[in-house]
């Protein structure tokens, strides 16, 4: 049997549990006739074939001191994390059923928290600003976890029921109505998942079997037992989960959060069965589904096919990228941004994708990475922003709040131009001026105690000022809603249409869509070869295809910069991030360079400019 409750076609339905902690459970039904029905044991689970039982039915699995518990493996929790589970439908009227996602390297994701996303805080209210996202030239919605947490406003990282779409947000089947309106405009679904731990607060695991391990801790607590004994069924339990929004969410793809703190020393790697599950149950269906990592190892063995030794992972976060763009705009060397801060560290990562792949990390204290030269650029998920680098700031203030118009234009072009796959996190393409800071709403005040501490603790490296915000207080999560009336006001709507015409040059450009190849080379402001050390100057990025080459210069000098270039051919400035279309106070070279001259070209303080060459232009 399935993990969980499961209605049959006869009308009946199937419960099962692995639970080896106990010796016996009852099946409790609530609703609409009470009943307790006694689960048959075998080999650590418990089953129950119940006959006539509706959808939305509650239930619970009785212990033997009587106590009744939610089902680890609920679908719904309409009551909250210690209320009785409910039984979901069978079946959805999906609406878009020819539907095939864009591969990995055609993506452009784009992080939302669903709480946060409209006032409304819903699923449903999520489609209607769909077709915004489309026009914005994004192809792909992430959200944030959204499996059942406590209390109604979490960033969801504290979910305890891994199968269960949060009641507050709709439920499993307004999660399914938003991915069929996605699906309906050409937007397929990633999803944020938690497996490397359960939150503090409802978290029924440990009554039932030993889904933890004390030999390992992360920092939310013991970490999951994904190699000591009763581990095939722990993986059993996560894997079911990633599979059923595979198949019944018909979800395109999985960010798994912070692989690294799944310790997992077996010679048949967890992440990497997981990663085979997920793709060979969407190859089942004819259709392609993704798997990201988050994971901080610098380890290309993540990415990696399993004939080489890897996990296989489509893609991970590349956080290099987003540590050297930001310490290079803000000046700021505190944590782990001490790693950072020169112009080299981010042509590091725009050549190799890893900037520290064995070198010492002052940060750590001890060399850190390896090479991967074999990596695709595609395989990194790059960003000027995301929900961990605004909210785990004190006040969870965005980028918009830290550096200059100017800056926050150069950084988009950064993102969405470079080889990688771009990621924006909701709100940045207008400048959001609302912060994201962190919010939880627990209901014990214990735990609340400890969540306020924690945050202050986790600032102690940083030279940050301040009392950070209540995270248990409704006012920090309501004042990170989106303000979306602000899309149409002067200084954003400049920003959201420098947005748009970068994501249209990424689709249309050949050099920028697909490149064969990359080089990234820094000078100084005066035109010259740069040191590693230097802090400021001029990032130039060249790309090539058969069909067309580029030229991406980013200039991250307070001055202005004149450059003298000679590439040969002819040259079309495709866009400068100075121009007052977007805001700025205009361009400072001409729009195209004729045949043989050399290429003289000011660049503004803090901006960026492409120049791309066509072939079928050339001499």
Known sequence: MPLGAHLREDGSCTFCVWAPAVASLQ??????????????????????????????TRYSFVQPDGSATPDPASRHQPDGVHGPSSVVPASFAWRTDAWAAPAMRDLVLYELHVGTFTPQGTFDAVIPRLPALRELGVNAIELMPIAQFPGSRNWGYDGVFAFAAHASYGGPEALKRLVDAAHGLDLCVVLDVVYNHLGPEG????????????????????????????????????????????????????????????????????????????????????????????????????????????????AQWLDDFHHALHALLTGETDGYYADFGTIEHLARAFRHGYVYSGQYSAFRQRSHGAPGPDILPHQFVVYAQNHDQIGNRMMGERL??????????????AVLLAPFTPMLFMGEEYGERNPFPYFVSHADEELIAAVRDGRREEFSSFSWQGEPPDPQAEDTFRRAVLDWPARERTGHAELLALHERLLLLRQTAPSIRAADAIAADVLDIRGGQADDDAREGVLIVTRRTAEQSSLLLLNFAGTAARLTLEPGGTWRVALDTADRAWGGDGGRGPATFEIGTAITLDLAPCSAVLLLHDEDNAA
């Open 27 to 56: 099946l409790r039904i609530d609703a609409p006739t009470a009943r307790s029905l006694p689960m048959q044991p075998s080999g650590g689970y418990h089953t129950a074939v119940v006959d006539a039982v509706e959808p939305g």
């Open 203 to 314: 978290n029924y695991l440990p009554l039932y079997a030993p889904y933890f391990t004390k030999t390992c801790h992360t920092p939310w607590g013991e970490a999951v037992n994904f190699d000591a004994a009763g581990c095939d069924h722990v993986r059993r339990y996560f894997i079911e989960s990633a599979l059923q929004w595979i198949d019944e969410f018909r979800i395109d793809g999985l960010r798994l959060d912070a692989i690294h703190s799944i310790f997992d020393q077996s010679a048949q790697p967890f992440l990497r069965q997981l990663a085979e599950a997920v793709h060979e149950r969407a190859a089942r269906h004819g259709r392609a589904a993704v798997v990201i990592a988050e994971s901080d190892l610098g380890d290309p063995r993540v990415l990696r096919p399993e004939r080489l030794g890897g996990l296989d992972m489509d």
């Open 400 to 413: 918009t709040h830290q550096v200059q118009p100017a800056q926050a234009r150069l950084a988009a072009a």
